[in-house]
Nanobody, 123 residues
Framework: QVQLVESGGGLVQAGGSLRLSCAAS????????MGWFRQAPGKEREFVAA????????YYADSVKGRFTISRDNAKNTVVLQMNNLKPEDTAVYYC????????????????WGQGTQVTVSS
């Protein structure tokens, strides 16, 4: 089992920044690729960003490229999503997810999920 707990969500004006953190516990964190997904009301959960086991390789949805940065610290069992230049369309519940070894852009490929943290961007 891997337990994931997100933090750092909140209300911010358009153009502002937020930093989401995900703390992992349980099995060996470095064996899991990590992803961030988001879900807005009435919409399906969508891929935001992912990072490989070592943290060297990162992947982003086109909608967030150049604005969001994903990183991980295997010594602290954490993954961070730095979100800059936020837009109202970024408003959603953001979820951290873990998948053994290989990253994926598909939510169904991830076995472990956090409870989510709300991000609201006002115009």
């Amino acid at each position: 089992q891997v337990q994931l707990v997100e933090s750092g969500g909140g209300l911010v004006q358009a153009g502002g920044s937020l930093r989401l953190s995900c703390a992992a516990s349980g099995r060996t964190f470095r064996n899991y690729a990590m992803g961030w997904f988001r879900q807005a009301p009435g919409k399906e959960r969508e891929f935001v960003a992912a990072v490989n086991l070592s943290g060297v390789l990162t992947y982003y949805a086109d909608s967030v490229k150049g604005r969001f940065t994903i990183s991980r610290d295997n010594a602290k069992n954490t993954v961070v999503l730095q979100m800059n230049n936020l837009k109202p369309e970024d408003t959603a519940v953001y979820y951290c997810a873990a998948r053994a070894f290989v990253h994926s852009n598909y939510a169904n490929d991830y076995r472990y999920w956090g409870q989510g943290t709300q991000v609201t961007v006002s115009s």
